[in-house]
């Protein structure tokens, strides 16, 4: 790299020449001040539609609107120099068809400025993801657990087991055919996530998967420890910054009912301070 070349944001073309090479490196974020902790930390960013669960307290992926997508994304892609962006399809805004989700997703490209959508799917999603691609959009599939699907699926459990396998493996080889850059591989044993990230040539992101995936993502909150209404089994807890901030909350709240806070140093004197002084 010459003295003088900036570094910048990968796009899919970069996050697809990964494959097999140095693991891919994401999480989720939600807001500006999130994102920016990740920025170049993360090859991409992820605004998901977790974002239903974690920030808006909703019981599952369901509700999540199109607008509540864009305001999040909007407000992750100005934290971001270095990462790429990319963003969540919601619950019904993909699925009637390839028109539906083309239009959907040009919404969201251009209302945020993402160089990607990732949607839920494998092979009943191949045409659309085709239809998109072939029109210039970027598509990240996700495959295996597929949680806006838990209705049917009967809650978050692990995919691929047993005999279900050779179904996991046929979704992923049919979004890598459709033309996916790269692929999430939610909640399945590692042996099939590792089977699959031979067999498929885009890049597999594990999330309750496996370490030998070309890459991994995970909630941010769930890594932090501010969001604990549940934690999956391929969570890691890097930080507990939840119990922290109640602490924190706990001293304010009885320093306020002690009259200890505000301090001296908190208030304003009658006199304005001598110039050059600390207002
Ligand atoms: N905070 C958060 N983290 C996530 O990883 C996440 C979300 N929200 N929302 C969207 C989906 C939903 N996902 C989930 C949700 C729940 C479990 C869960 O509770 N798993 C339990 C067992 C549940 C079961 O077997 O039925 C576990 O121990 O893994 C896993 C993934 C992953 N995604
Ligand atoms: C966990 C990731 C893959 C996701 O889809 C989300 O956060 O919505
Ligand atoms: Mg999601």
Redesign the pocket.
């Known amino acids: 790299m010459s003295a003088t070349a900036r570094k910048i944001a990968p796009n899919a073309q970069d996050i697809q020449a990964r494959k097999g090479s140095v693991p891919l490196v994401s999480l989720?974020a939600y807001t500006t001040p999130m994102a920016r902790l990740m920025d170049g930390h993360c090859d991409f960013v992820l605004v998901?539609?977790?974002v239903?669960?974690?920030l808006h307290g909703l019981s599952?992926?369901l509700g999540v609107t199109m607008e509540m997508m864009i305001l999040h994304g909007q407000a992750v892609a100005r934290g971001l120099d270095l990462s790429m962006l990319v963003i969540d399809m919601p619950f019904g805004s993909y699925e009637e068809g390839p028109a539906q989700a083309f239009r959907n997703a040009a919404r969201l490209m251009a209302e945020t400025g993402a160089g990607a959508v990732k949607l839920e799917g494998g092979v009943e999603m191949a045409e659309t993801i085709r239809f998109l691609v072939k029109r210039g959009i970027a598509v990240m599939a996700h495959v295996g657990?597929t949680?806006q699907s838990?209705n049917t699926l009967?809650?978050?459990?692990?995919q691929g087991r047993d005999d279900q396998a050779q179904a996991v493996l046929a979704d992923a080889r049919a979004v890598a055919d459709a033309g996916a850059f790269s692929v999430v591989l939610?909640?399945v044993p590692a042996t099939l996530a590792d089977r699959i990230t031979a067999e498929v040539a885009i890049p597999t992101i594990g999330?309750?998967a496996s370490a030998g995936c070309d890459g991994q993502i995970?909630?941010v909150?769930?890594m932090l420890g501010f969001?604990t209404?549940?934690?999956?089994?391929?969570?890691k807890r890097y930080a507990d910054l939840g119990p922290l901030a109640e602490a924190a909350i706990a001293e304010y709240a009885a320093e306020v009912r002690a009259r200890s806070f505000p301090a001296a140093e908190h208030v304003f004197a009658d006199q304005a301070p001598a110039k050059g002084a600390k207002a």
């Open positions: 989720t998901g539609d977790s239903g669960m974690v599952s992926t657990l949680p838990v009967g809650g978050y459990k692990v939610e909640k999330i309750g995970l909630v909150d769930d969001f209404a549940f934690k999956p089994k391929f969570v």
